[in-house]
């Protein structure tokens, strides 16, 4: 059994025609945090939502390469997108729990809509399965059916992590989960972060290097498209190969 | 802040002040325009109010008469007919205007949304006349075989409990009206689809919905802006005039059955107006029909507004 | 690990199965107008080519004679009369309400008034009749004596004017709050008085969107029925010689033609119908090239 859950190779995205992710490759080990770092516009965030298919939702983008999840390739023929979908959770630089649904639907809209549970109770322990790994519980547990709009930003953010938790996912991809936040949610995200890696991979984007060297195991450096850089992070951050690295962490581009 | 304020802009210089007062008749008419428009049609309604009182809303009966003693005016029948077919045509409108939107955000091909938009836009700008000649000589026909097999066949429900002789009818005026409005309501739930943030339509595709499960989701997000677009559309069908009243059958009629002919309060007023002049109480009929109107418009937008109150107070008010 | 999941596939067949629903609901709204835009086109190409187009649009009708149903001539005269007139009358003021409402959009009164135009948009328009007639054409009526007088365009002409009126100054209101902020503040920074900037400058920027609106509002006000049933009068054999008489129109026209029972009214209806049509169609189309998004 490999440890390597994700496995990219030689993946390429056009937006519109624009070359934006050029043939990327790397591991994402299992039980880790693998940070994307890189300015903004260096397509973090695209590469992100190549590797859950989320592209296939943009009539304009196309991917070529291969995207390995636990061993299938999720772009050859056979793979179904959303297939893929409940196996790849997904959070979001803006915390989005759907506003017109209650705390308690948003965590169960993906079991519900891929038929996980058989019945009420097992999706009531899912959900507080869930949202108990999101460190959210004990704040809504007696308001479960209030609309997920009420909530405080960094609670939102928490309810959408739960959302993807509830699908038990294998892969966790998390697109700057903290930047619409203040200091403290921050935190409290990134502590979430360290206990949940102890069970799923976690892939997060990020434009802070701080961030990355807090919480990642291993970072990669992408710069227009291109991976420049990757390795653990402590590697990374004291001894860069690349110049273009170093200039990045010393802020100079 | 006081009212003052909030009610007049902030004007920093003369010359502001002069912009103005210049400007200054433009609420003064809208409001006089307004208020004008209701004391008339108050007023014109008020020789049949102090007559038959609230009697007049609530009773079936047309007789006009030489004899001003002896004229009776009832407007149930019209009040009833426009309720009705304007909930007929909000219940024929709505699926499609629903589809008619999804459709052109999330299905046609980008390269004929162009055209796709063009005979939208066609189909609002169309005059309601032009609906009334069609509805009168193709959807009449149409309705009168489709109703009168209804009949046939399924003949105890209440609503095909009459068979139709000429296809004017509650039915074909309600379908009418509801073919009219689409295009209203399709603007206002498109708008609103268009307007959903796209993280929001990411985030459900990232928990693993099919495109209908999607589009599923994502309606209900923009749940107030169809509510405020079927209250549009029936407002619409309730206004309408000519294309009903081509349609309808022109006669005081309560009835649950479709393929019944019945009436309207703008089409009774449009069927009887001419001969109105010539009696005492008629004419003041009609207007009390307007007033109706009009205050069953407005009962209509206040629950379409309160709706979509409560929707907001629950989402975004106090946890 | 098996990427074909089973339960998969019944989603995949109802996912169909409901875009196919929905496609076909959406096709299903379109349908009534392409028959109605290729029942009108057939007819009415019919009826026109019964007297020819020129006659058709200027000879007055004679639905009685089988050889030569003559045409709408002098309905569309009082049409055009119509047209002409609640322009004059709406779109200055409309122009006017709609500077209001924009460039004092933060104050409550401005709000206020776009509520209030809103409101009127949506008022029954049957209603804005019965309003002229008794503010307009009653008393004229009771100066000149007897029943049946007091009607003319002009009463039809300040009916369309209110239809229209609230629905222009909205977009009028629209199309000055789309000027870019830039262009707005180079505009103020010309130093001119704030009337000259605004309707010297800003109007001139917005054009686009305020002939747009003026446009639709004309449209509308073309194919509206209702207000002219208790106001114009009627009359569609002669030729209306001054505003102050009453007249025919071709949406009236039409309308009381097809309740007809000889084929020469429907058939001038009919015909009648394609040039309400073509009318508004060209006129919507025109709009269509002026700007890329159209609010109705």
Redesign the interface.
Known sequence: MPSEVLVVEGLNVWLSGKHVVKNVSFKVPDRTVFALMGPSGSGKSTLLRALNRLLDIYEEAEVRGRVLLEGVDIYSPGVDPIWVRRRVGMVFQHPNPFPHLSIYDNVAIGPRLNRMVKSKRELDELVRWALEKAYLWDEVKDRLHMPAAKLSGGQKQRLSIARALALKPRVLLMDEPTANLDPVATEKIEELIAELKREIPIILVTHSPEQAARVADYTAFLYYGELVEVGPTGKIFTQPENPLTERYLLRRI | MGLRE?????LRSR??R???L??L???V???M??A??LA??LY?SLPILEREGLRVFTSNVWRPSDDPAREEYGLLAAIYGTVYTSVIAVLVAA???V??A???EE?VP?RLRGA???????????????????G????APLMKTVLNTLHEHLGWIPFFSKPTLTGLSYGTAGVLLG?MV???A??VIREAYSMI?W???????????????A?R?LL??V?PSIVAALV?AM??A?????AVS?VIGNSLNIDVALGSPGTTV?SL??SK?KAA??YEYMMSA??AG?LA??LI?LAV?TLGILYIRRWEE?????? | MEPRDPSLRRRRLLDRLGLAVLAGLAGAALLPLLHILYTVAVNGAAAIARSGLVEFLTAPPRPLDPENPGGIGPALLGSLWLIALSAAIGVPLAVFAGVFIAEFRRAGLSRLVLLLSLLLVEFPTILVGLYVYTVYVLPRQRATGGVGEGYSLLAGALALALVMMPYVAVQVSEALRGVPRELREAAFSLGASRLKTVYRVLLGVARRGILVGVLIGLAKAAGETAPLLFTIGGGFEAYPRSPLQHGGAVPLLIYEYIQQAQPGYHQLAWGASLVLLALVSGIMLASRLLVRRVRL
């Open positions: 909030r009610l007049l802009p902030r010359d502001d002069v912009f103005f210049v400007h008749p433009v609420p008419i809208v409001f325009l307004l004008s428009m008339v049609i014109m699926p499609l205007a589809s008619l999804v459709a052109i299905l980008r796709v938009e063009v005979l939208v836009d066609l189909m609002a700008a169309t005059p309601t006349i032009v609906y009334g000649v069609w009168l000589t193709y959807l073919i689409v295009p209203y399709a603007a943030p993280h929001l339509r990411e985030a459900v595709y990232s928990v693993g919905a099919t495109r209908l499960e589009i989701v209900g997000s749940r549009l407002g619409r309730m206004g309408e005039t000519v081509l703008s007023i449009a107006f002049a010539y009609l207007f307007g109107l009009f418009g937008n629950e989402m975004h008010g106090a946890a």
